[in-house]
């Protein structure tokens, strides 16, 4: 017998839909039910034990005495020599004989019948016990041919057939064990059939089975949870239909992905719901991927190399594997490279022709970034960096001249026009810079005469040229440039002059002489 306080009174005694009482009230009514039908059985038992016995005595021996009746006719009618032989007194002995077998006969009736109101005693606890188990919510057929077999002895008894129904009640006893004892696998079965049940969204299947499981362990997490799900299954099973409706027909991947997740929302673990807002994100990502593909083959077709890099990008992103998506974006680079090489190689074209020596050389370089074997960007780029560099060299000489009175500087000028003579395709200004710094060279290679005036006392130095001595007046042959001049006299402090003479200073005067004594 269970020995759980909260017993769960037979379906028959409950109202359709409603629920086993867990308050105080249900628990009180519940105790009240099974006294009385205690109390029921208890009486039913009094009255087969102690009435029931005499009346069926009473009819044996009405039954006996017709008998007996028919007996005595029977006698005096079929066996006249027998009766005579009685009366001889002779028929003494076998009359003793049939009654001590009457005698076993009755004995054997006796015993029988006290064993079968026994068994079916032993059967009404059984009953009762199972009742107080909920055995006949969860022991279905089993349970049932119980009764039947039960019912079954109870008509034997009224037909006295006392033996067998014995072995009857026997029987209905051993099925009421065997299911008690199966208790624990019909739990588990039970369990697994409503989960399969709230699979196929067949909710009161799904109930019926968990109400199964819930009158053995009325606390199982399992069952509860399912009895739960059982009564919204309905819901979401037609939400299913119309999400699979929008999946599989209008091709709306959006719309059933939302319909799938309020599914969801509403049982968690309705594993079709979950499978299928899994089928829509993969189709819906199937799809954008689709688009994204046919963007980006559009922007290449277009040499929009930039943006169809970033919609095969995203691509990409959504199935990094997709080996079109791979090769596309392979293409894509590869024609980007190639129309950079291109506009990088025309753009130093052009800035070749202009002479913009530095546009050129950057154009060059980037071309043989992208083609490092680029036979025409590594001429192109000796070329302007020659032309660059025989440029700032002209353009050094037009700028800073005062340099050529240096012998280095100006063996360098001269270098430079040179070799800006012999370029045969030189440009406009190329050959501007050339005339200039030709100009100069001419000029600043043209000696002037300078005179120095001094005191006659002072000693005269030009560095690189001589010692000019003592002097009041004298004339020199110089190429222009900057000359450092020192004079000397004793007594009197020196001077220093950094003297400037430019190109056609025929007669420029400097002087020369110590007028600060030393005291």
Not at 213 to 220: F, G, M, T
Not at 319 to 328: G, T
């Amino acid at each position: 017998m269970s020995n759980n306080p909260q017993l769960v009174p037979p379906d028959f005694l409950r109202s359709p839909g409603s629920k086993p009482p867990s308050d105080k009230s249900g628990k009180q009514r519940l105790i009240w039910f099974f006294a009385a039908l205690v109390l029921v059985l208890a009486a039913v038992a009094a009255y087969e034990l102690l009435w029931l016995p005499h009346v069926i005595e009473t009819r044996n021996s009405a039954d006996e005495s017709i008998s007996h009746k028919k007996d005595a006719t029977a006698s005096k009618t079929n066996f006249p020599e027998q009766q005579e032989k009685d009366a001889g007194g002779n028929a003494a002995a076998p009359v003793q004989t049939v009654k001590s077998e009457s005698v076993k006969d009755e004995a054997g009736k006796d015993e029988a019948r006290n064993l079968a109101f026994e068994m079916r005693q032993k059967w009404y606890e059984k009953k009762a016990e199972a009742e107080l188990e909920n055995m006949p919510v969860y022991g279905d057929a089993d349970y049932a041919r119980a009764f039947d077999v039960a019912s079954k002895a109870s008509e034997q008894m009224e037909r006295q057939e006392f033996s067998q129904a014995v072995s009857s009640f026997k029987q209905a006893i051993n099925i009421i064990s065997r299911i008690r004892a199966s208790r624990q696998d019909i739990l588990s079965a039970s369990i697994k059939a409503g989960s399969q049940a709230l699979e196929n969204a067949d909710g009161p299947e799904a109930a019926r089975h968990f109400r199964k499981a819930l009158a053995i362990d009325p606390d199982n997490a399992v069952a509860l949870k399912g009895i739960k799900r059982a009564e919204t299954i309905d819901t979401v099973h037609a939400m299913v239909l119309k999400g699979r409706a929008l999946l599989e027909k209008e091709k709306d991947f959006d719309a059933a992905q939302a319909v799938f997740k309020k599914a969801i929302e509403i049982d968690p673990e309705f594993s079709t719901a979950r499978d299928l807002l899994e089928q829509a994100r993969e189709q819906a990502q199937r799809q954008r991927f689709s688009k994204l593909m046919g963007r980006a083959m559009s922007d290449l077709a277009a040499c929009r190399y930039n943006s169809a890099s970033r919609a095969v990008a995203e691509a990409r992103a959504i199935f990094p594997d997709d080996s079109a998506a791979r090769e596309l974006s392979t293409r894509i680079e590869t024609e980007r490279k190639a129309a950079e090489f291109k506009r990088s190689l025309q753009t130093a074209r052009h800035a070749l022709s202009k002479e913009q020596w530095q546009q050129a050389i950057q154009g060059f370089r980037m071309a043989l970034k992208l083609d490092p074997l680029s036979v025409e960007a590594k001429h192109g780029l000796s070329q302007a960096e020659k032309s660059l560099a025989l440029q700032n060299a002209l353009q050094d000489i037009v700028r800073n001249p005062w340099r050529l009175s240096d012998k280095g500087p100006l063996e360098d000028a001269k270098a430079a026009v040179r070799a800006a003579l012999n370029v045969s395709n030189a440009g406009p200004e190329l050959k501007r810079f050339t005339a200039e710094a030709q100009d100069i060279l001419r000029k600043w290679q043209k000696k002037v005469t300078v005179v120095f005036v001094s005191d006659d006392a002072t000693d005269v130095v030009i560095y690189r040229l001589g010692r000019l001595g003592k002097f009041k007046r004298r004339s020199l042959r110089l190429r222009p440039g900057i000359y450092t001049v020192s004079g000397m006299r004793e007594g009197y402090r020196d001077v220093l002059l950094k003297v400037r003479i430019p190109p056609g200073a025929d007669g420029k005067q400097i002087m020369v002489k110590c007028t600060e004594k030393i005291l």
